[in-house]
């Protein structure tokens, strides 16, 4: 099924979920799962904060001590979910590094006769290379790719669009899929983000310090 702002436009997450399906235990389809149980907590949340600030046998110092703990009932099962995204961004890193086909070797006669031969305006070569990708042509598509940077006359950014599209064209099944799990990871993320961020705010508990989030994320 495909997910629509509307479920949790209270929340404002942007994008949007592949429509297409996957079976149950590939990574779109548990990412969907895990953008369920986000709304799921989220909704609970908010009925719980709204449940705690309207009751009348709380005095207010009483109200932030059960927002408190529920703040610290919630973190945990967000904190999981965090784990889940992380490794399914490093799959979708890996994914797309074996769906571009392997360079040639750039020391061959050939590749240094095609480099010799490569038109030295960006734009035409841009022409050259898209003509390689629709013919499929691999001998002057990965003599392009494997230029020297010094005679090179488009940046490196413009190499790896053109991988992708040589990629897309030669699998575009598997790019295809890619696409979804990048999708579909980085819509759960954005979803979590805000989540944590709504939470926080509810219940008065301020963003963790520089230290505690690179911990979190993997970065010491």
């Not at 399914?88 to 392997?102: F, I």
């Amino acid at each position: 099924m495909a997910f629509t702002l509307e479920e949790i436009a209270a929340f404002g997450v942007p994008g949007s979920i592949s429509k297409r399906e996957y079976p149950p235990g590939t990574l779109v389809s548990e990412a969907k799962l895990y953008f369920q149980k986000i709304v799921a907590i989220l909704t609970e949340w908010k009925n719980t904060v709204q449940h705690i600030k309207a009751s009348n046998k709380y005095t207010e110092e009483g109200k932030k001590h059960m927002l408190g703990e529920a703040f610290n009932r919630v973190m945990p099962d967000l904190m999981r979910m965090r784990d889940f995204l992380a490794k399914g961004a490093a799959t979708v890193d890996k994914k797309r590094s074996e769906l571009v086909v392997e360079k040639a070797e750039p020391d061959s006669a050939l590749t240094v006769y095609i480099w010799e031969n490569l038109p030295e305006d960006g734009l035409l070569l841009a022409d050259v290379a898209r003509q390689a990708i629709e013919r499929g042509d691999q001998r002057v598509f990965d003599a392009i790719r494997t230029m020297p940077f010094i005679t090179c006359p488009v940046d490196r950014d413009t190499i790896i669009k053109w991988e992708a599209d040589w990629a897309e064209k030669r699998s575009p099944q598997q790019a295809q899929e890619l696409r979804d799990m990048r999708e579909a990871v980085k819509v759960a993320t954005e979803a979590l983000d805000r989540a944590e961020r709504l939470v926080r705010s509810d219940a008065g508990i301020g963003e963790p310090d520089e230290l505690q989030r690179l911990s979190r994320e993997g970065g010491v």
